[in-house]
């Protein structure tokens, strides 16, 4: 089945540590985002890639970083300078092909210990 | 002012009311729209994209109104199931972000 997949469900970091979050589609979606919510609050864009080997930061990129070595793989590091990190991360793909539509991952629960 | 606004709920209603969901954007370069519902603690899907004429999908209505910059969906016959948040979402063609309101919470009692 086509479809995005997000890994862990669940991620427990302690302070001062870096993790990474994963990202896969077989979509063959061109473009990858990866959001954050917080309860209660609407999505905010992270970081997002329109191309292989290409990334832009969105709205609150600070304390997060990126890479897009493959067109199915978009990965999330939470760096220690993101010093609030407990939130509900969610990536999406989307293509012109679709219709620009985004399509999303199940998203990873990140809490800090 | 946000990029894009909604009501700020939560709306109650008994099952089989009709309720209607409204959402404001700013940038008038917006093209493309839609409405994504969000279960709790789950990823938003997919509800509806919203067209220029607007369209109707069986209990679901969307309709665009680019003079007002105002998008609204009407759910008819509201189901026990349909609890959810419903998310609005605009895009434009010059970027490639999609922009995010930030939901209307919606319960459907027995």
Redesign the interface.
């Given at each position: 089945d086509g479809g995005i997949t997000q890994s862990p469900k669940y991620l427990f970091r302690k302070e001062g540590q870096n993790v990474t979050l994963s990202c896969e589609q077989n979509l063959n979606h061109d473009?990858m985002?990866w959001?954050r919510q917080d309860p209660g609050?609407?999505?905010r864009?992270i970081y997002?890639s329109?191309i292989v080997n290409d990334f832009q930061k969105?709205d609150i990129a600070e304390g997060y970083s990126v890479s897009r070595e493959k067109k199915e793989s978009f990965p999330l590091t939470v760096t220690s300078a993101q010093k609030n990190p407990t939130a509900?991360y969610?990536c999406?793909s989307?293509s012109r092909a679709s219709?620009?539509?985004?399509?999303?991952?199940?998203?990873t629960r990140l809490l800090v210990l | 002012r946000k990029e894009v606004e909604q009501d700020p709920g939560p709306f109650n209603v008994p099952e089989g009311a009709t309720v209607a969901f409204n959402c404001t954007y700013s940038n008038s370069a917006s093209q493309?729209f839609?409405w994504y519902r969000q279960d709790c603690?789950?990823?938003?899907?997919?509800l509806m994209?919203v067209y220029s004429s607007g369209n109707e999908d069986g209990r679901f209505t969307a309709q665009l109104n680019r003079a007002s910059q105002y998008i609204s969906l009407l759910i008819r016959d509201s189901k026990l199931s349909d609890s959810a948040t419903y998310?609005c979402?605009v895009?434009d063609n010059y970027g490639?972000?999609?922009v995010?309101?930030?939901?209307t919470r919606l319960s459907v009692l027995p």
């Amino acid at each position: 089945d086509g479809g995005i997949t997000q890994s862990p469900k669940y991620l427990f970091r302690k302070e001062g540590q870096n993790v990474t979050l994963s990202c896969e589609q077989n979509l063959n979606h061109d473009a990858m985002y990866w959001y954050r919510q917080d309860p209660g609050q609407g999505l905010r864009l992270i970081y997002y890639s329109q191309i292989v080997n290409d990334f832009q930061k969105g709205d609150i990129a600070e304390g997060y970083s990126v890479s897009r070595e493959k067109k199915e793989s978009f990965p999330l590091t939470v760096t220690s300078a993101q010093k609030n990190p407990t939130a509900f991360y969610l990536c999406a793909s989307s293509s012109r092909a679709s219709g620009e539509t985004q399509y999303f991952g199940p998203g990873t629960r990140l809490l800090v210990l | 002012r946000k990029e894009v606004e909604q009501d700020p709920g939560p709306f109650n209603v008994p099952e089989g009311a009709t309720v209607a969901f409204n959402c404001t954007y700013s940038n008038s370069a917006s093209q493309s729209f839609f409405w994504y519902r969000q279960d709790c603690r789950k990823e938003p899907k997919l509800l509806m994209s919203v067209y220029s004429s607007g369209n109707e999908d069986g209990r679901f209505t969307a309709q665009l109104n680019r003079a007002s910059q105002y998008i609204s969906l009407l759910i008819r016959d509201s189901k026990l199931s349909d609890s959810a948040t419903y998310l609005c979402v605009v895009k434009d063609n010059y970027g490639q972000n999609f922009v995010f309101g930030p939901g209307t919470r919606l319960s459907v009692l027995p």
